[in-house]
């Protein structure tokens, strides 16, 4: 890599990771990564170089092994956030990436709850669907997987549309409340 390719992908990651408004796509960002990478030796000493963690210049990266035909929608646009592209790269399967890239594409939705939603439709087993769900969690949301029997789901789910809020809502206030030290679950007896 010579000085001129150098200072063309450092200026475009500079100037696509400390706006809002991307310009370019994030296959065009992970190439110039991967360059950078080439020429530095590290993602550690790229990530310095362009001030980053070298988790985000990993999760990057971690792009360019998707198969083509989902790089392909990444740069066309259809996915356009690193952490729903990260979480589809995270997929073991090839298969099932394309067809997360797929649901996700024609959801028209950038949300990685979504990606959740998708894989619970998939109807994976329940040991797959906990895996899947815990590798694809935003950093810095806490998530903890709870079995209930079909009587206590359904239980759990009648409780919650009487008093009009979302299942994993009900479940948190009776968490909190217990936490709290109330642990007679009002919450979940309303």
Do not use: C
């Amino acid at each position: 890599m010579n000085r001129s390719e150098e200072d063309e992908a450092l200026a475009l990651i500079f100037a696509n990771t400390r706006r809002k408004k991307r310009t370019a796509d994030l296959m065009t960002l992970a190439r110039a990564f991967e360059r950078l990478v080439g020429h530095y030796g590290s993602q550690k000493a790229v990530a310095d170089k362009v001030g980053l963690s070298s988790e985000m210049v990993r999760e990057f990266r971690l792009l360019l092994r998707l198969p083509k035909a989902v790089q392909n929608m990444i740069r066309a646009r259809k996915i356009d956030r690193l952490d729903v592209a990260y979480r589809i790269a995270l997929l073991d399967d090839p298969s099932t990436q394309l067809e997360m890239a797929r649901q996700v594409g024609d959801a028209g939705s950038q949300d990685t709850r979504d990606i959740v939603r998708l894989l619970s439709k998939r109807r994976l087993p329940v040991k797959e669907s906990k895996k899947a769900v815990l590798r694809s969690k935003l950093k810095g949301l806490h998530l903890f997987v709870i079995d209930f029997d079909e009587d206590q789901y359904h239980t759990i789910l009648g409780r919650a549309r009487a008093k009009g809020v979302d299942p994993a809502v009900l479940v948190q206030e009776v968490v909190l409340q217990w936490l709290r030290g109330d642990r007679r679950g009002k919450a979940a007896r309303n």
